[in-house]
Nanobody
Framework: VQLQASGGGLVQAGGSLRLSCSASETIFSMGWYRQAPGKQRELVATITNGGSTNYADSVEGRFTISRDNAKNTVYLQMNNLKPEDTAVYYC?????????????WGQGTLVTVSS
């Protein structure tokens, strides 16, 4: 599975950005993780091909994850961004085949929120 992410950049606090990630095949679950300098990678949001979503508490109500199954693409709309959202955001895909779960990662896209 190949993942192609885009949409990072520099934005002021309170602004918005949208990340996109396309997969080379149909995937059970897609989502975003992030890693800030000196910190561990953490979950941001995930969505299954059935539309079930999961959000980190820190982004609930500000970020919205969605997906276009026909395009194998997931989107992360990030609103009311805060400086603490600054991180490298990684697209994640979880494939399930015959009970075997395999995770794939995109190349990462940098989001910088200035105060």
């Amino acid at each position: 599975v190949q993942l192609q992410a885009s949409g990072g950049g520099l934005v002021q606090a309170g602004g918005s950005l949208r990340l996109s990630c396309s997969a080379s095949e149909t995937i059970f679950s897609m989502g975003w993780y992030r890693q800030a300098p000196g910190k561990q990678r953490e979950l941001v949001a995930t969505i299954t091909n059935g539309g079930s979503t999961n959000y980190a508490d820190s982004v609930e109500g500000r970020f919205t994850i969605s997906r276009d199954n026909a395009k194998n693409t997931v989107y992360l709309q990030m609103n009311n961004l805060k400086p603490e959202d600054t991180a490298v955001y990684y697209c994640n895909a979880l494939r399930v085949r015959i009970g075997v779960r395999t995770a794939y990662w995109g190349q990462g896209t940098l989001v910088t929120v200035s105060s």
